[in-house]
């Protein structure tokens, strides 16, 4: 954590000074614009996507694109598996009658 704090020349600390330069602070209308977008179906993941792997300024926003979209993935793939099993299930007990 102490890699964002400014430092002089000589090495001493400035804390409570957070380097922007590094990581620009998000407003909290940026964080909300966000979530607002990651709740709208199929535009969710495109806008993901651009803002994972497009020319993005802000490393904050990249990152949580790309968790996004990691725990997207990991979500369908369990939906997929759960809904095999119970066309399965519902397949056996169509042929038991």
């Not at 979530?35 to 709208?40: D, G, M, P, Q």
């Not at 993005?56 to 993935?73: Q, S, V």
Request: glycine residues 8%; contains cysteine; hydrophobic residues 55%.
């Amino acid at each position: 954590m102490d890699e964002y704090y400014k430092t002089t020349d000589s090495g001493d600390s400035h804390f409570g000074t957070v380097d922007t330069s590094i990581a620009p602070v998000m407003s909290m209308l940026e964080w909300l614009v966000i979530i607002i977008i990651s709740c709208i179906p199929v535009a969710n993941i495109v806008v993901m996507f651009i803002w994972a792997f497009g020319n993005n300024d802000n490393p904050n926003r990249r990152n949580f694109a790309k968790a996004f979209l990691i725990l997207t993935g990991i979500g369908m793939l369990i939906s997929a598996i759960f809904m095999g099993q119970v066309i399965g299930m519902m397949m056996k007990a169509t042929t038991m009658f």
